[in-house]
């Protein structure tokens, strides 16, 4: 990991998904570079001003730090507990998988 940012263009391509995590819903926006790699996440989700839109905003943000420093999707889920039936133990591995499963996740 290098502590060199590449930060995105004013101007990107964006993306909005919809993830359920223990009956929440959220959506996901999730930024990308020109060529492709994702650069960012931003969330909406559980109630403004609720401990749990804190921790995820928060989340988000340090997630797109990581990934701007070159740091992939599939690096940090594997960093992350689990559950015991191998699936994510919270919502930020449930927002990491799922930027895992897009195929921008593979790009360099």
Known sequence: MTDERQPLSPR???Q?????????RYQ????????GRIGEVWLNGPRPDSALY????????????????????HT????????PDGSSASVIGAIIELLMSLPEAEAP
């Open 12 to 14: 990107r391509k964006n």
């Open 16 to 24: 909005t998904i919809e993830l359920a995590f223990e009956g929440v």
């Open 28 to 35: 996901i926006t999730i930024g990308f570079y020109q060529n």
């Open 54 to 73: 804190h921790i995820t905003q928060d989340a988000c943000v340090l997630i797109s730090h990581l990934l701007q420093r070159f740091v992939s999707p």
């Open 76 to 83: 940090l889920f594997d960093s992350l507990p689990r559950a």
